[in-house]
């Protein structure tokens, strides 16, 4: 297959922005904030397995994740189990690879007008900055790896067997479906690792339970709400490809 097809084209433009939101994902997950203060709400106080005071507060990661689990599902109805699990595989090789690129980049001498900076209005110290920002700690790296490899793995899995239950119709049942489900055991993955094993942290099983549903609950608003988005991008995608193209790929998929 080369770039000269129609298809070769779009796995590519597919595969890139899969990778490209990925890695993101990682990158601006350092930033929490706070779902109900950037809609304007106060925020709310839950109380879930004894853990008191809980609220969205969310890893800034998550403005690209449903990208990812749409690309995910596009990509798996027109392509196929193996491509996903391809594309997760080297994504996550990319990950963990750009993660040491930043360690080495931390570890580089700061040029001494660069460190002391005033970044609106206040004093910054750029070096400890671009630590802070950058320097995730590894039990978060491990954690947010292993929850995306398991999650895509479960999302293709329940997608085709949705898939050979219903046929090619109910597009929404089997990528909704396979996104709320693969998200459930994301969001309790990686607190699990990153938290509950991390001995910096030992966080009980009860704050992860009651973080992951909190994280879990969010997670599905936005995947129910970006049903839609998916049907257009899948309408657009069609009309690209052609009615006989389009139903061979999918066709072709199916089988794999």
């Given amino acids: 297959m080369t770039l000269k097809t129609k298809e070769s084209r779009l796995l590519l433009v597919l ?9 993101l994902s990682e ?16 925020e709310f106080d ?4 004894g853990v008191p005071h809980l609220s969205f507060v969310m890893s800034a990661g998550v403005l690209t994740w ?3 689990f749409i690309m995910t599902d596009i990509i798996n109805e027109y392509f196929g189990v193996k491509q996903v699990r391809f594309l997760s595989v080297l994504t996550s090789i990319l990950i963990a690879y750009s993660f040491l690129v930043i360690w ?8 001494g007008f660069w460190v002391n900076q005033i970044i609106n209005g206040a004093p910054i110290n750029m070096n400890n900055a671009f630590s802070g920002i950058f320097g995730q700690g590894l039990w978060i790296i491990a954690g947010s790896i292993a929850a995306f490899i398991i999650g895509q793995f479960t999302d293709v899995f329940i997608f085709h067997w949705i898939k050979k239950m219903t046929g ?3 597009l929404w049942l089997r990528a909704t479906g396979s ?12 607190i699990f690792i990153a938290f509950y094993i991390n001995p910096q942290y030992n966080y009980s099983w009860k704050m992860v339970a009651a973080i992951g549903l909190v994280n879990y609950t969010y997670k599905f608003v936005v995947a129910v709400l970006m049903t839609p988005i998916l049907y257009l991008i899948h309408g657009v995608i069609d009309r690209y490809l052609g009615n006989d193209l389009s139903k061979k790929l999918t066709e072709m998929a199916t089988r794999e």
């Fill in 15 to 23: 595969a890139a922005f899969f990778v490209s939101n990925a890695v």
């Fill in 27 to 42: 990158f601006m997950g350092v930033k929490l904030f706070s779902v109900e203060g950037t809609l304007g709400f106060k």
């Fill in 46 to 49: 839950i109380n879930l397995f």
């Fill in 66 to 68: 449903p990208l990812i």
């Fill in 104 to 111: 080495g980049a931390m570890g580089l001498t700061p040029a």
């Fill in 168 to 170: 090619e119709k109910r």
């Fill in 179 to 190: 996104t709320l489900v693969s998200q459930f055991i994301d969001s309790f993955v990686v």
